[in-house]
């Protein structure tokens, strides 16, 4: 029987700093029902969708910062977008920034969970590569990534989502080959996928007008290498100053981009993934079992 998946990606305008958790979390839940009105069966949301992007500044005040994340999910403030999904019948995928008592000490992590089409837990992602440093730099866009959050300990997870094996992957993680790879030897067939990215670098204004292309090239590749449906959420527009790039997309495991957001504003997008398509690109060009020669992947001391 033909398998297929209907996809939204729900991306975001800004999200200024002034705006509250309850405002946020309202404008998350009505594109939550635009998606499910559009016939949307899963949802992603982009990284870090509560809260303004917040690693653009420098903050020293531990209250301060922990004012951006969350303790609990749901929460308090988060739960109605739970209780919209149990709703719906629309299970969603949410980027946001996690505060946890584990190992003994307060630990800060870039996360990204999958909740259920009846609003429960199913599964949790980690953000790996944690780009930017701790301290601002002279001459390079202030990125504190690294001063708020650890890498994460979860590896590449892949879940059951009614039938569907999903897997998740947050904003520079989809730059790196490894995060594609990974997600799929873990046997994922979609991959779910939130970014806040700057249109400007400082650091590298000769590359500005790559930023769209250096944005879909590693997805599109991603997707084509390792036979996956990719679905990424970006958060767009002009937030606290700093403009972030659009182009939220759903890529096809040939590579193609099946549906891209138009807005730098809160917009859906929804394609109905075929799932079969997996398998054709598979047989064509990725019989991983048939071609690839893992015993012969080897780093070679005197090369690297
Ligand atoms: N959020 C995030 O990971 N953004 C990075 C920009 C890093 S600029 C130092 C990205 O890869 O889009």
Redo the contacts with the bound molecule.
């Keep these: 029987m033909a398998r297929f998946l209907t996809i939204a990606v729900c991306q975001t305008g800004p999200i200024q700093r002034s705006a509250s958790r309850a405002e946020t979390v309202g404008r998350l839940v009505h594109l939550l029902e635009k998606a499910a009105a559009a016939g949307a069966e899963i949802v992603v949301f982009p ?1 870090m969708a509560l809260t303004t ?1 917040f ?1 653009r500044w420098r903050i020293d005040d531990t209250a301060e910062i922990e004012s951006f994340f969350e303790r609990s999910m749901p929460g308090p403030v988060t739960q109605s977008l739970y209780d919209a999904a149990a709703r719906l019948k629309v299970g969603f995928a949410l980027g946001y920034s996690e505060l946890v008592q584990e190992d003994g000490r307060t630990r800060r992590f870039n996360t990204m969970d999958l909740v259920g089409p009846d609003g429960g837990f199913i599964g949790r992602y980690r ?1 790996m ?4 440093s701790s301290e601002p730099e002279a001459g ?2 202030t ?1 504190l ?1 690294r001063r708020y959050f650890e890498p994460g300990n979860l590896g590449f997870p892949v879940f059951d989502y009614c039938g569907v094996r999903v897997g998740m992957a ?3 993680d ?2 790196w080959p490894e995060t594609y790879r990974m997600l799929c030897l873990n046997g994922a067939e979609v991959v779910l996928l939130g ?4 249109l400007l ?1 400082d650091e590298a204004p000769a590359l500005a007008h790559l930023r769209m292309f250096h ?1 879909h090239l590693p997805m599109q590749a991603g997707a084509y290498q390792n036979t996956l449906w990719v679905a990424a959420a970006a958060k767009a527009g002009l937030e606290d100053g700093q403009a972030l790039i659009g182009g939220s997309c759903i890529i096809a495991p040939t590579g193609e981009i099946a549906a891209q957001a138009l807005s730098l504003d809160d917009e859906v997008i929804v394609h109905r993934a075929d799932l079969d398509l997996i398998t054709t690109c598979r047989k064509v060009n990725f019989d991983f079992a048939l071609y690839r020669r893992p015993d012969q992947y080897r780093l070679i001391a005197e090369q690297v």
Excluded: D, S
């Design positions: 990284e992007f690693p953000k590569h944690v780009p930017g390079t866009t990125h990534e947050i904003c520079n989809r730059r970014y806040n990215t700057p670098l944005n």
